[in-house]
Protein backbone atom coordinates (compact mmCIF):
# COMPACT_ATOMS: atom_id res chain seq x y z
CA UNK A 1 0.00 0.00 0.00
CA UNK A 2 1.60 3.33 -1.03
CA UNK A 3 -0.08 6.83 0.45
CA UNK A 4 0.84 9.98 -0.45
CA UNK A 5 0.24 13.86 1.15
CA UNK A 6 -0.83 16.31 -1.16
CA UNK A 7 0.24 20.00 -0.37
CA UNK A 8 0.03 22.94 -1.88
CA UNK A 9 3.41 23.73 -3.61
CA UNK A 10 3.50 27.66 -2.39
CA UNK A 11 2.39 27.88 0.65
CA UNK A 12 4.62 28.45 3.52
CA UNK A 13 2.88 28.49 6.45
CA UNK A 14 4.40 26.63 9.52
CA UNK A 15 1.24 24.94 10.96
CA UNK A 16 0.45 23.43 7.23
CA UNK A 17 3.82 21.78 7.02
CA UNK A 18 3.64 20.71 10.93
CA UNK A 19 0.54 19.14 9.69
CA UNK A 20 2.17 17.33 6.99
CA UNK A 21 5.33 16.26 8.65
CA UNK A 22 3.10 14.84 11.71
CA UNK A 23 1.05 12.80 9.49
CA UNK A 24 4.26 11.15 8.05
CA UNK A 25 5.35 10.66 11.01
CA UNK A 26 2.32 8.62 12.45
CA UNK A 27 2.50 6.86 8.81
CA UNK A 28 6.03 6.04 8.93
CA UNK A 29 5.59 4.51 12.89
CA UNK A 30 3.01 2.10 11.72
CA UNK A 31 5.38 0.81 8.44
CA UNK A 32 3.06 2.46 5.56
CA UNK A 33 4.93 3.70 2.75
CA UNK A 34 3.52 7.84 2.52
CA UNK A 35 5.33 10.82 0.82
CA UNK A 36 4.94 13.93 1.09
CA UNK A 37 3.82 15.69 -2.78
CA UNK A 38 3.85 19.17 -3.24
CA UNK A 39 1.05 19.55 -6.25
CA UNK A 40 3.15 21.18 -8.68
CA UNK A 41 2.67 20.85 -12.66
CA UNK A 42 2.43 17.59 -14.01
CA UNK A 43 0.64 15.69 -11.01
CA UNK A 44 -2.38 14.43 -13.50
CA UNK A 45 -3.06 14.66 -16.98
CA UNK A 46 -5.74 13.97 -19.82
CA UNK A 47 -4.70 12.38 -23.12
CA UNK A 48 -5.81 13.25 -26.33
CA UNK A 49 -8.16 10.10 -25.89
CA UNK A 50 -9.46 10.86 -22.83
CA UNK A 51 -8.00 8.60 -20.82
CA UNK A 52 -6.33 9.73 -17.39
CA UNK A 53 -2.50 9.76 -16.57
CA UNK A 54 -1.04 10.07 -12.83
CA UNK A 55 2.74 10.68 -12.38
CA UNK A 56 1.85 8.56 -9.49
CA UNK A 57 0.46 4.86 -8.54
CA UNK A 58 -0.90 5.66 -5.53
CA UNK A 59 -3.67 3.89 -3.30
CA UNK A 60 -5.08 6.86 -1.23
CA UNK A 61 -3.74 10.32 -0.25
CA UNK A 62 -4.17 12.64 2.27
CA UNK A 63 -5.33 16.06 0.34
CA UNK A 64 -4.01 18.96 2.16
CA UNK A 65 -4.28 21.05 -1.01
CA UNK A 66 -7.82 22.63 -2.64
CA UNK A 67 -6.92 21.76 -5.83
CA UNK A 68 -10.41 20.58 -7.10
CA UNK A 69 -9.06 19.32 -10.37
CA UNK A 70 -6.18 17.57 -9.48
CA UNK A 71 -8.45 16.17 -6.76
CA UNK A 72 -11.14 14.89 -9.61
CA UNK A 73 -7.68 13.31 -11.58
CA UNK A 74 -7.09 11.62 -8.31
CA UNK A 75 -10.43 10.24 -7.39
CA UNK A 76 -10.95 8.97 -11.53
CA UNK A 77 -8.11 6.89 -11.46
CA UNK A 78 -9.04 5.76 -8.15
CA UNK A 79 -7.21 6.96 -5.87
CA UNK A 80 -9.28 7.25 -2.37
CA UNK A 81 -8.76 10.98 -0.77
CA UNK A 82 -8.98 11.74 2.48
CA UNK A 83 -11.17 13.80 2.49
CA UNK A 84 -13.01 13.35 -0.46
CA UNK A 85 -12.84 15.67 -3.50
CA UNK A 86 -17.21 16.53 -3.47
CA UNK A 87 -16.48 17.23 0.25
CA UNK A 88 -13.44 19.44 0.09
CA UNK A 89 -15.16 21.47 -2.04
CA UNK A 90 -18.18 21.66 -0.18
CA UNK A 91 -16.16 23.01 2.60
CA UNK A 92 -13.73 24.88 0.98
CA UNK A 93 -16.75 27.57 -0.28
CA UNK A 94 -18.40 28.71 2.90
CA UNK A 95 -21.50 29.68 1.11
CA UNK A 96 -22.05 25.98 -0.15
CA UNK A 97 -21.49 24.57 3.21
CA UNK A 98 -24.71 26.57 4.57
CA UNK A 99 -26.82 25.87 1.93
CA UNK A 100 -25.88 22.50 1.97
CA UNK A 101 -26.50 22.00 5.58
CA UNK A 102 -29.28 24.09 5.68
CA UNK A 103 -32.65 22.14 6.75
CA UNK A 104 -30.55 19.07 8.00
CA UNK A 105 -31.54 20.47 12.03
CA UNK A 106 -28.36 22.31 12.76
CA UNK A 107 -28.58 25.61 14.02
CA UNK A 108 -26.73 28.32 12.18
CA UNK A 109 -26.28 31.97 12.16
CA UNK A 110 -28.90 33.39 9.58
CA UNK A 111 -26.61 34.26 5.89
CA UNK A 112 -27.82 36.24 2.86
CA UNK A 113 -25.42 35.80 0.13
CA UNK A 114 -24.28 39.08 -2.27
CA UNK A 115 -24.91 38.85 -5.84
CA UNK A 116 -22.58 38.54 -7.80
CA UNK A 117 -20.59 41.21 -10.66
CA UNK A 118 -18.77 41.19 -12.85
CA UNK A 119 -18.69 44.92 -13.54
CA UNK A 120 -15.53 46.49 -12.59
CA UNK A 121 -17.61 50.29 -12.51
CA UNK A 122 -20.57 49.29 -11.34
CA UNK A 123 -21.47 50.92 -8.03
CA UNK A 124 -23.27 49.25 -4.92
CA UNK A 125 -26.93 50.70 -4.32
CA UNK A 126 -27.61 52.67 -1.93
CA UNK A 127 -30.90 50.79 -0.90
CA UNK A 128 -28.53 47.54 -0.97
CA UNK A 129 -27.15 48.22 2.76
CA UNK A 130 -30.25 49.38 4.20
CA UNK A 131 -31.88 45.81 2.93
CA UNK A 132 -29.00 44.35 4.93
CA UNK A 133 -29.92 45.82 8.17
CA UNK A 134 -33.19 45.31 8.39
CA UNK A 135 -32.82 41.73 8.16
CA UNK A 136 -29.70 41.03 9.57
CA UNK A 137 -29.53 44.19 12.69
CA UNK A 138 -26.03 45.88 13.13
CA UNK A 139 -23.18 45.22 13.41
CA UNK A 140 -23.32 42.40 10.45
CA UNK A 141 -20.49 40.12 9.54
CA UNK A 142 -18.99 40.02 6.05
CA UNK A 143 -17.07 36.97 5.20
CA UNK A 144 -14.88 35.83 1.64
CA UNK A 145 -16.59 33.25 0.56
CA UNK A 146 -13.18 30.97 0.48
CA UNK A 147 -10.37 31.96 2.91
CA UNK A 148 -9.36 30.49 5.95
CA UNK A 149 -7.19 31.61 9.52
CA UNK A 150 -9.79 34.30 9.72
CA UNK A 151 -8.34 37.05 8.02
CA UNK A 152 -11.22 37.46 5.09
CA UNK A 153 -13.55 38.00 8.17
CA UNK A 154 -14.49 41.79 8.61
CA UNK A 155 -17.27 43.22 11.35
CA UNK A 156 -19.11 46.25 9.89
CA UNK A 157 -20.16 48.14 12.94
CA UNK A 158 -21.70 50.89 11.30
CA UNK A 159 -23.88 51.40 7.64
CA UNK A 160 -20.83 53.73 6.46
CA UNK A 161 -18.49 50.73 7.24
CA UNK A 162 -20.94 47.99 5.21
CA UNK A 163 -21.05 50.16 2.46
CA UNK A 164 -17.76 50.51 1.92
CA UNK A 165 -16.68 46.41 2.78
CA UNK A 166 -19.92 46.02 0.09
CA UNK A 167 -18.34 48.44 -2.64
CA UNK A 168 -14.52 46.91 -2.16
CA UNK A 169 -16.06 43.34 -2.05
CA UNK A 170 -18.35 43.79 -5.03
CA UNK A 171 -16.28 41.55 -7.50
CA UNK A 172 -15.52 38.60 -4.53
CA UNK A 173 -17.69 36.04 -4.05
CA UNK A 174 -18.63 37.36 -0.38
CA UNK A 175 -21.96 36.86 2.17
CA UNK A 176 -23.55 38.24 5.34
CA UNK A 177 -23.59 36.96 8.39
CA UNK A 178 -25.93 37.70 11.84
CA UNK A 179 -23.74 38.93 14.22
CA UNK A 180 -23.87 36.49 17.50
CA UNK A 181 -22.84 39.18 20.19
CA UNK A 182 -22.61 36.24 23.21
CA UNK A 183 -20.00 34.82 21.14
CA UNK A 184 -17.82 38.17 20.40
CA UNK A 185 -13.81 37.13 21.06
CA UNK A 186 -14.60 33.69 21.78
CA UNK A 187 -15.93 30.89 19.79
CA UNK A 188 -15.69 26.42 19.99
CA UNK A 189 -13.01 24.77 17.89
CA UNK A 190 -13.78 20.88 17.46
CA UNK A 191 -11.67 18.23 15.08
CA UNK A 192 -13.63 15.42 14.53
CA UNK A 193 -11.98 12.39 12.83
CA UNK A 194 -14.24 9.60 10.95
CA UNK A 195 -17.58 11.63 12.19
CA UNK A 196 -16.74 11.63 15.64
CA UNK A 197 -15.79 14.47 18.00
CA UNK A 198 -11.96 13.80 19.40
CA UNK A 199 -10.71 17.07 21.05
CA UNK A 200 -12.48 20.48 21.72
CA UNK A 201 -10.68 23.78 22.52
CA UNK A 202 -12.26 27.15 23.47
CA UNK A 203 -10.65 29.90 21.96
CA UNK A 204 -10.28 33.70 22.94
CA UNK A 205 -9.12 36.90 22.45
CA UNK A 206 -9.39 40.03 24.42
CA UNK A 207 -8.24 42.13 21.29
CA UNK A 208 -10.77 40.75 18.07
CA UNK A 209 -13.82 39.83 17.44
CA UNK A 210 -12.29 36.82 15.78
CA UNK A 211 -10.65 34.78 17.95
CA UNK A 212 -8.73 32.47 15.56
CA UNK A 213 -5.32 31.66 17.01
CA UNK A 214 -3.46 32.66 13.96
CA UNK A 215 -4.61 36.24 14.95
CA UNK A 216 -3.46 36.42 18.46
CA UNK A 217 -6.51 34.30 20.03
CA UNK A 218 -5.82 31.56 22.88
CA UNK A 219 -6.88 28.23 23.02
CA UNK A 220 -7.90 25.74 25.95
CA UNK A 221 -9.06 22.67 26.54
CA UNK A 222 -13.18 22.41 26.33
CA UNK A 223 -14.75 19.29 27.48
CA UNK A 224 -16.78 16.85 24.76
CA UNK A 225 -20.55 17.46 25.44
CA UNK A 226 -23.27 15.71 24.54
CA UNK A 227 -24.33 19.17 22.21
CA UNK A 228 -21.25 18.84 20.92
CA UNK A 229 -21.33 15.19 19.82
CA UNK A 230 -24.59 15.28 18.70
CA UNK A 231 -23.87 18.30 16.65
CA UNK A 232 -20.36 17.23 14.99
CA UNK A 233 -22.00 14.09 13.76
CA UNK A 234 -24.58 15.57 12.09
CA UNK A 235 -22.90 17.75 10.37
CA UNK A 236 -19.73 15.54 9.48
CA UNK A 237 -22.59 12.57 8.47
CA UNK A 238 -24.16 15.23 5.94
CA UNK A 239 -20.69 16.71 4.34
CA UNK A 240 -19.38 13.18 4.07
CA UNK A 241 -16.34 14.19 6.01
CA UNK A 242 -13.35 12.10 7.15
CA UNK A 243 -11.49 14.75 9.36
CA UNK A 244 -12.71 18.21 10.16
CA UNK A 245 -12.49 21.14 12.19
CA UNK A 246 -15.59 22.67 13.41
CA UNK A 247 -16.29 26.32 14.81
CA UNK A 248 -19.45 27.08 16.58
CA UNK A 249 -20.51 30.32 18.26
CA UNK A 250 -21.93 30.63 21.58
CA UNK A 251 -25.80 31.83 20.98
CA UNK A 252 -27.86 32.34 23.69
CA UNK A 253 -30.04 28.69 23.23
CA UNK A 254 -26.97 26.90 22.62
CA UNK A 255 -24.33 26.43 20.17
CA UNK A 256 -24.57 28.00 16.55
CA UNK A 257 -22.49 26.72 13.67
CA UNK A 258 -19.72 29.03 12.40
CA UNK A 259 -18.03 27.06 9.65
CA UNK A 260 -16.38 23.88 8.69
CA UNK A 261 -12.93 23.57 7.57
CA UNK A 262 -12.16 20.61 5.78
CA UNK A 263 -8.21 20.75 6.28
CA UNK A 264 -8.36 22.46 9.72
CA UNK A 265 -4.81 22.79 11.40
CA UNK A 266 -4.35 20.79 14.44
CA UNK A 267 -1.31 21.98 16.28
CA UNK A 268 -2.93 24.00 18.41
CA UNK A 269 -5.16 21.32 19.10
CA UNK A 270 -3.07 19.14 20.30
CA UNK A 271 -0.87 21.79 22.14
CA UNK A 272 -3.74 22.61 23.90
CA UNK A 273 -5.00 19.32 24.64
CA UNK A 274 -2.24 17.28 24.20
CA UNK A 275 -4.50 14.48 22.04
CA UNK A 276 -2.47 13.11 19.36
CA UNK A 277 -5.06 14.23 16.24
CA UNK A 278 -2.38 13.21 13.54
CA UNK A 279 -1.96 9.32 15.12
CA UNK A 280 -6.18 9.33 15.24
CA UNK A 281 -6.36 10.09 12.35
CA UNK A 282 -3.63 8.27 10.71
CA UNK A 283 -5.28 5.10 12.75
CA UNK A 284 -8.68 6.24 10.76
CA UNK A 285 -7.31 6.08 7.32
CA UNK A 286 -5.40 3.23 7.62
CA UNK A 287 -8.78 1.45 9.02
CA UNK A 288 -10.99 2.53 6.31
CA UNK A 289 -8.70 1.41 3.93
CA UNK A 290 -8.75 -2.11 5.41
CA UNK A 291 -11.94 -2.58 5.56
CA UNK A 292 -12.13 -1.31 1.65
CA UNK A 293 -10.28 -4.31 1.10
Given at each position: ?????????YS?N?????Q??RL????S????C?EL???R??????L??????L?????F????DKD???M?L????????FN?????????????????L??K??????????????????????????????SLG?P???????G????E????K?E??????AQ?L????H?????V???H???????A?????I??????S?????S??????R????A??Q???T???KI????S?????????????????????????????E???G???A?????????????K?
Amino acid sequence: MKGLIVINAYSENGDYLYQAHRLLEEFSFRGVCVELYKNRCGMGSILPNGEIELATDADFAVFLDKDKYVMRLLEQKGVRLFNPASTIELCDDKMLTHLHLAQKGIPMPKIIPAPFCYTPQADIPETYTKTLISSLGLPVVVKHSYGSLGREVFLAKTEDELFTLAQNLRLTPHFYQQYVAESHGKDLRVIAVGKQPIAAMLRTSNEDFRSNIALGGRGEPFALTQEIITLTQKITSALSLDYCGIDFLFGKEGLILCEVNSNAFFKGMEKATGINIAAAYTEYILQTLKEKV
